[in-house]
């Protein structure tokens, strides 16, 4: 007996290309997306961050350091591990967002230093997720909140390098996109305020009579300072 259309083979819901729904992602996209990063080399571990960061946002994906030792680091995607609580913090007060980010997706990125140059490549390029909103397109999620600021203003103020601010930021708040850039305006407004008016010598005049600095300054006919003369014991 021929087989009725009843009897034929149910179409998985899931085939390769197939669009299902409307969430589903185009392939194309989906491809790039799973996209290798092509073997580099980079000089420094920052430089090669800041590609693989771009290469990430580009793809609607971000990646974060995850652990290393001198010669090798990992780059995982953001949504890496599961959650974990590490600020002491109750559930109710840490964002329902960031809770639900963690999925424990497999993309890995392989840092190995050799011959003075850090070789990249990609040790696993699938997501198990799919990509997100473009962060560029969207400057409202690298947007800080009020801890993030402060912690970044606290490292600003002791001369952390931005690379390094950007990096512990990722590192404290799981997920959080920020760039150089956002720093340097960080670190632009902090010196705004510091020197309320004043030149960067005349900021310096006053915090080291602050200190109990023993200072003796020259100034010109128009008051501006000429030389600063200080002594420590
Ligand atoms: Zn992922």
């Keep these: 007996m021929p087989p009725t259309e009843a009897d034929a083979e149910p179409v998985p819901a899931e085939q390769e290309g197939a669009a299902t729904g409307p969430d589903l992602v185009p392939v194309a996209r989906r ?30 994906f971000a ?40 999925c424990g997706c497999p993309y890995t990125l392989r840092l190995t230093y050799a011959n003075g140059r850090w070789h990249l490549t990609t040790a696993n390029g699938h997501h198990n997720h799919e990509p997100s909103a473009c962060t560029f397109v969207h400057p409202s999620k690298r947007q800080l909140n009020q801890e993030q600021l402060q912690f970044a203003r606290a490292l600003v103020n002791v001369g952390a ?15 959080t996109v920020t760039t150089r850039r956002d720093i340097y305006n960080i670190r632009a407004r902090a010196v705004e305020e510091t020197l309320m008016g004043r030149t960067p010598t005349q900021a310096l005049v006053n915090r080291l009579q ?3 600095v023993a200072v003796a300054v020259e100034m010109d006919p128009l008051r501006q300072l000429t030389r600063v003369f200080f002594s420590c014991q």
């Design 161 to 175: 390098r931005p690379t390094t601010i950007v990096n512990e930021l990722e590192r404290t708040f799981d997920g």
């Design 210 to 212: 602050a200190e109990g």
């Design 63 to 102: 990646v974060v350091k995850s652990s290393g030792n001198g010669s090798r680091v990992y780059v995982v995607c953001d949504r890496a591990g599961t959650y974990r609580n590490t600020h002491g913090l109750e559930e109710y007060e840490r964002s329902r967002q960031r809770l639900s980010r963690k």
């Design 31 to 60: 491809a790039s997306f799973d996209a290798l990063m092509e073997d580099r080399e980079f000089a420094t571990v920052d430089i090669a961050m800041e590609e693989m960061r771009a290469f990430a946002q580009q793809r609607g």
